[in-house]
């Protein structure tokens, strides 16, 4: 058996320094968050040395790796510092102070501890943030970008609808079908056992997927257009409204930045007109949806988030400045839970993480936390969009369309979800970040300390035109 656990090490160095030397590093982020979302913990776990690993973590070290490797080689662009990357600085100094000034290993039953918080939802995410911020960029490179997401999506898409229909013989990895896995069994959760974050992929996916269409020739036109309904029907079965509004902004969002003219303004008025409808017409339908759980459970799910909101504002009213401690709501909140001020059931939240990402981040942080997370996705949110509406070549416009749109799906977890737990929903957002402030720096929409080298395809396309 040593043997060969030593055969498969030495055959996995010879392909990792090769794949490492020459491999793309993009794509590299793309196949880390298909590992991250298909092939974690519930997929695979094993010991090592007395340190538990999975496949997903595996390749996390295997991309920063491989990043200062080719940086080493002259492969990866480090771009110069940018007022953004101060703003990530402040919220990160932030975060680890109040995530190691509070006791942060007195875990209650059933907390996550604030390390593992601060590693899955922001250490790692950062990580490829960086490595994202620092690549060269090009149109054959995005376009593979734009494809694998495709593909990826097309696949997530595929598992969603077996689970809408209950067929879950046909799902793999297995462990979806299990019930006692993950949340929201039911539903369309897909690898990540959980709706939300799924529905922040097949969102982001299906974005991905209409660029795509927007760039592709017309003999694959139609092809690419016929993969949209799968995922509006994963969507669909996601039974998530969050999932939904995110899916309805972001698909506007690109209508309105990759379309004009009479075509933009019929589908965008169509779509206004239907999403009126189905919240006029279906409005009770909507607010007591029937998931895995009772129509009555639904509806208290519903009313807890006045519970939250109330808490949360009572906790940031005593501490507002620095708030109650990175991961710490769950241990903090259960003093106020006795207020008989107020006509809620506040002890219904009692065994509950919080279920507002902006909220959380200001009982937690407080406000010297929460704005420079505001003001960090308020920039990221910036740099699409100025980049969707800038004279840069198309695919660049496509990554700041992918941009805008991506920020618009988190919001709209946020409000009704902490996303930030498990490290799926930042790594997508924190690499289409990066991806974004490269572009705007090296296309001149944010200011610059030094002069930038632009893109390879840059030169050829302004001598195409001229």
Not at 212 to 218: G, K, M
Request: proline letters at 4%; aromatic letters at 12%.
């Amino acid at each position: 058996m040593t043997a060969i656990v030593a055969i498969f090490v030495l055959v996995g160095l010879v392909w990792g320094t090769i794949l490492a030397t020459r491999g793309n590093l993009l794509l590299a982020c793309v196949g880390l968050l298909f590992a991250t979302a298909v092939t974690g913990v519930y997929f695979l776990q094993f010991d090592l040395g007395g340190i538990t690993l999975s496949i997903d973590r595996l390749a996390i070290v295997g991309l920063v790796a491989t990043f200062v490797l080719q940086w080493k080689m002259g492969k990866v662009e480090i771009r110069p510092w940018m007022t953004l990357d101060t703003v990530i600085a402040i919220f990160f100094g932030v975060l680890f102070f109040n995530t190691f000034t509070h006791d942060f290993r007195n875990i209650e039953p059933g907390q996550v501890p604030p390390v593992q918080h601060l590693i899955n939802g922001y250490l790692i995410p950062l990580a490829v943030y960086i490595v994202a911020r620092n690549l060269k960029y090009d149109e054959k490179q995005i376009d593979w970008f734009l494809m694998a997401m495709t593909a990826f999506g097309v696949y997530l898409a595929a598992i969603g609808i077996m689970e809408g229909l209950g067929l879950y013989g046909f799902v793999f990895p297995r462990y979806i079908a299990d019930p006692k896995v993950g949340l929201h069994f039911g539903r369309a959760r897909g690898p990540m056992v959980q709706s939300v974050s799924y529905g922040v992929y097949l969102c982001a996916c299906l974005l991905t997927t209409c660029l795509l269409w927007t760039r592709a020739s017309n003999k694959w036109k139609w092809f690419v257009f016929s993969l949209i309904p799968l995922f509006l029907a994963a969507i669909f079965f996601t039974k998530t409204r969050t999932v939904w509004a995110g899916c309805g902004v972001s698909l506007m969002a690109g209508i309105f930045l990759a379309m004009q003219g009479r075509t933009r303004t019929v589908l965008l008025t169509g779509m206004v007109a239907c999403g009126l409808l189905a919240v006029v017409a279906k409005s009770d339908a909507i607010m007591g949806l029937q998931r895995e759980g009772s129509v009555q459970d639904t509806r208290r799910s519903v009313s807890m988030r006045a519970s939250f909101t109330y808490v949360s504002w009572e906790m940031f009213v005593d501490r507002p400045i620095l708030g109650h401690g990175f991961s710490q709501f769950k241990k903090a909140k259960l003093p106020y839970l006795a207020d008989r001020n107020v006509d809620l059931v506040l002890e219904s939240i009692r065994d509950y993480d919080h279920h507002n990402t902006f909220l959380s981040v200001l009982c937690d942080l407080g406000l010297m936390g929460l704005i420079p997370f505001l003001l960090m996705y308020g920039m990221w949110f910036r740099n699409g969009w100025r980049q969707a509406r800038s004279n840069s070549p198309d695919w660049a416009k496509a990554v700041g369309t992918l941009g805008v749109g991506v920020v618009l799906i988190a919001a709209c977890q946020m409000v009704g979800h902490e996303i930030t737990f498990m490290p799926y929903d930042h790594l997508l957002i924190f690499l289409v970040a990066g991806m974004n402030a490269a572009l705007a720096y090296d296309f001149g929409l944010v200011k610059r300390i030094q002069p930038a080298t632009p893109p390879t395809a840059w030169p050829r396309q302004a001598a195409a035109r001229g």
